[in-house]
Antibody
């Protein structure tokens, strides 16, 4: 079965960096685009970034553009989110999600999430 | 930017009631819309994609409709296990971007 397991969250000071990982299994990782989605405590969902199946195309939400970098290692079936210049408003649970390959892409599997807290 | 407005923000209904949640786009988005369910303390779950296609394994009491600017998620007969927050999500292709609605919290009366 499909499994997505995030790691790397924690407490970090404003302005510092953190790298999240998402290890995937149970499907052909090299076939699917992968996403990061976040949810601030008690708030709604916010899409963060996507990386194409081959890692060649990456897109970001305006709120993280220039600070966050998404990447993937297909040999390890892992997707990453490098987060730099972190701000208090980046505090959230970060989920990785697999893209459903249809005409209108949606997210059919989600990890359990990893909590990032930005605080001094 | 195309804005999404989801309504209501919360609702309370009885078991067996028909429940409708609406998502409205500020411009036409074809059928580029999905619906998700997030139960308290749980991970979001895909219910509907392409506005009206039921994801595999999702109960048939859930249905989606609409195209263009107005979209609806309907729960045909509300069950206790449907207590959750529901989100719409739009997809824009140029550049690729996904935007969630504000969410609708559904409770049992």
């Amino acid at each position: 079965q499909v499994q997505l397991v995030e790691s790397g969250g924690g407490v970090v000071q404003p302005g510092r960096s953190l790298r999240l990982s998402c290890a995937a299994s149970g499907f052909t990782f090299t076939t699917y685009a992968m996403h990061w989605v976040r949810q601030a405590p008690g708030k709604g969902l916010e899409w963060v970034a996507v990386v194409s199946y081959d890692g060649n195309n990456k897109y970001y939400a305006d709120s993280v553009k220039g600070r966050f970098t998404i990447s993937r290692d297909n040999s390890k079936s892992t997707v990453y989110l490098q987060m730099n210049s972190l701000r208090a408003e980046d505090t959230a649970i970060y989920y990785c999600a697999k893209e459903l390959v249809v005409v209108v892409p949606a997210f059919d599997y989600w990890g359990q999430g990893t909590l990032v807290t930005v605080s001094s | 930017d195309i804005q999404m407005t989801q309504s209501p923000s919360s609702l309370s209904a009885s078991v067996g009631d028909r429940v409708t949640i609406t998502c409205r786009a500020s411009q036409g988005i074809n059928n580029y819309l999905a619906w998700y369910q997030q139960k308290p303390g749980k991970v979001p779950k895909l219910l509907i994609y392409a506005a009206s296609t039921l994801q595999s394994g999702v109960p048939s009491r859930f249905s989606g409709s609409g195209s263009g600017t107005d979209f609806t998620l309907t729960i045909g007969s509300l069950q206790p296990e449907d207590v959750a927050t529901y989100y719409c999500q739009k997809y824009s292709s140029v550049p690729p971007e996904w935007t969630f609605g504000q969410g609708t919290k559904v409770e049992i009366k």
